[in-house]
């Protein structure tokens, strides 16, 4: 067993300088103090030290196993591009969450807007980074393989319902066809029966939920219940009705908005103009969604799904999405 002393003088003829804002002998009392706490030897983890390797880069990242989760279904080569953009989604969605799982917790308001702003930024790359779905694959080539695809459809991703959970109180996320029949303080098993994305999901000839709905569900209903049960009172709208300071509150509210729009409107566009890229004949012909009625799920216009509605003014809320189309589709510049 190495002596404490031993150890010191090791680490001391390998690095005599000062470490940041403490010494060599600060440093290792504090690391005495801590292992000391939790009953543990220090002088066993420092030896473990002497023995063990560099980190690397592709270790820490675990990069050779994330190069090893693309595994298309087709010979196709486009399949890889399509799958490795909603890996990226995917873990867009996780940073975006990351945010979220913090920010109720957040009191000042100075880093309520610092999340605020993190969350935009991760949304604002994502939908840039659409026209990678929308122009970076061939149209034949996704066509092919997209069909060995079914069910599953982008409409599964449950990182991306809990980012609307994490938003907004419940009834928000209630098909705007049923909002005004049902209380806010119902339960919210039966707020969860009319969430607006199950219309989004229903057979076009019969009405009746697709299998990718299903599926979705079986997986992924009670975890998103008792999220949402859990969320009550702590989602991001409901840290902003907490109160923000005078100082602050045109910043937050401009990113609330942003997040808003992002959420709503950006998103769910950007999507459908991808659909419409891939998807030109009918779509009662064209099952490559898993299904889904994008035509009807995806426009704004339709849904009318805001996070933080008492933000935007009656016109915005009439028009809402159109200036998207008037930016993306007419090349109408529009400020932000």
Do not use: C
Not at 64 to 92: C, N, V
Not at 271 to 292: C, F, M, Q, W
């Amino acid at each position: 067993m190495l002596k404490f002393t031993t150890i010191y003088q090791f680490f001391s003829s390998m690095n005599p300088y000062r470490q940041g804002n403490h010494s060599l002998d600060e440093l290792l009392e504090k690391l005495s103090l801590k292992f000391a706490a939790s009953g543990q030897d220090l002088n066993s983890y420092l030896e473990g030290l002497l023995h063990e390797k560099y980190l690397t880069y592709w270790d820490y990242i675990q990069l050779d196993t994330l190069l090893s989760l693309q595994k298309p279904k087709t010979a196709i080569p486009d399949e890889q591009i399509f799958i490795i953009y909603h890996q990226i989604t995917e873990l867009y969605f996780r940073l975006i969450l990351v945010e979220m799982d913090q920010i109720h917790l957040v009191t000042g308001d100075e880093e309520f807007l610092t999340r605020l702003e993190r969350i935009n930024r991760y949304f604002k790359n994502l939908v840039q980074s659409f026209d990678v779905m929308v122009d970076g694959m061939d149209q034949q080539q996704f066509l092919q393989f997209r069909m060995s695809l079914l069910p599953a459809s982008g409409f599964q991703s449950a990182q991306y319902r809990m980012i609307e959970i994490k938003a907004t109180p419940f009834i928000n996320l209630v098909d705007k066809e049923v909002r005004s029949t049902i209380s806010p303080d119902a339960e919210i098993e039966v707020m969860f029966e009319h969430i607006y994305w199950k219309k989004g999901a229903t057979e076009l000839a019969t009405g009746k939920k697709t299998l990718t709905l299903e599926s979705f569900e079986e997986k992924y209903a009670h975890e998103l219940i008792d999220l949402a049960r859990a969320m009550n009172g702590k989602t991001i709208g409901d840290r902003f009705q907490q109160g923000v300071s005078e100082p602050l509150l045109p910043q937050v509210i401009k990113a609330l908005r942003r997040f808003d729009s992002f959420v709503n409107v950006n998103w769910p566009l950007a999507h459908y103009k991808s659909a419409v890229r891939y998807l030109e004949r009918n779509p009662e012909d064209i099952p490559a969604t898993g299904g889904t009625n994008w035509q009807k799920y995806l426009p704004p216009r339709f849904q009318k799904r805001i996070f933080f509605k008492n933000l935007f003014t009656e016109h915005e809320l009439a028009e809402w999405g159109k200036s998207w189309v008037e930016k993306e589709v007419f090349g109408i510049t529009i400020s932000d």
